[in-house]
């Protein structure tokens, strides 16, 4: 018998597992959906990044003349786009997941999480795909990565974790409240501007640097530079609060979310 979640979080982390092939199935469906009849496939993958490179290189490093840590500047924005893209994207596509399957929702049951986790998830190709071009730009470049990049995979959890719980908190909210996508792109300009992608948060005064780390994306942006480029590591009371906010943006998604779970159905 189905019965319904009880309590704020009420995480049934075996019903999570027992599903984890609809899971795969999802983020497999989102990938090929993604790529269908476009003429070009995955190679979009590298092409957004690498053209958003070659304008903020022409218009902020070129002509803005915005220092880059010492770094050529082109490579100094693509290590940051990577995380950001892969955000924007996970954002502005989970945000919409739910109502875009409005009609296995209101059909089967199954955990409604699974949906926007399965787009956020999938989004991790496209960066995979782009990682390859920035490592011919490290190459290219002459940068060769120190011991700092054993700690990739932590600010890659990280930007996982906030791209879900955001994802979270929009979808959601999208349900009850159709204008989520109307504000949503307008919010992602601000939210690029707001985060160290085309320029470094050594030009943030020292005094504010804990206020721009309630930001959850400035440390895994500046994180990602730090790891693989070996850049000025990141401000330590900076990075810790961007931690702490990831942790909260994730868990508060994770209970909104399962909070507003119970109704999806009914809402959609």
């Known amino acids: 018998m189905i019965r319904p979640s009880r309590g704020w979080l009420a995480l049934n982390l075996r019903e999570l597992w027992g599903r984890r092939d609809l899971l795969y ?36 490093g070129k002509l803005a003349k915005i220092p880059s840590d010492g770094l ?9 786009l990577l995380p950001w893209q892969f955000f924007a994207k ?10 875009a399957q409005e009609r296995v929702i209101t059909k089967v049951y199954f955990p409604r999480i699974l949906v926007p986790t399965a787009v956020v998830l999938a989004g991790l190709l496209d960066l995979g795909i ?28 990280l930007a ?30 601000l939210w690029l501007f707001a985060t160290p992608v085309v320029y470094p948060s050594t030009l943030i005064p020292e005094a504010w640097r804990a206020v ?4 959850p994306m400035v440390g895994v942006i500046e994180g990602f530079r730090w790891a ?3 850049s000025r590591p990141p401000d330590g009371t900076m990075l810790l609060v961007s931690c702490v906010a990831v942790v909260l943006v994730f868990v508060g998604g994770l209970i909104y979310f399962r909070r507003m779970e119970r109704t999806l159905a009914d809402r959609i």
Do not use: C, H
């Open 228 to 230: 693989l480029l070996g």
């Open 130 to 157: 782009a990682f390859v071009v920035l490592l011919g730009m490290m190459v290219f470049y002459g940068v060769t990565p120190s011991w700092a990049i054993l700690a990739t995979p932590l600010f890659l959890l």
């Open 72 to 80: 050529p500047y082109p490579i100094f924005a693509y290590a940051a």
């Open 25 to 60: 199935f999802f983020a497999w469906r989102d990938i090929k959906v993604r790529y269908k009849q476009t003429a070009l496939g995955v190679a979009w993958a590298v092409i957004q990044p690498f053209l958003a490179m070659v304008v903020f290189s022409l218009f902020f």
């Open 160 to 189: 996982i974790l906030t791209a879900l719980g955001a994802g979270f908190w929009l979808s959601a909210l999208d349900v009850e409240y159709r204008d989520v996508r109307y504000t949503l792109p307008f919010l992602t300009q």
């Open 212 to 215: 721009y780390g309630l930001n």
């Open 90 to 99: 996970a954002l502005t596509e989970a945000s919409t997941s739910l109502v």
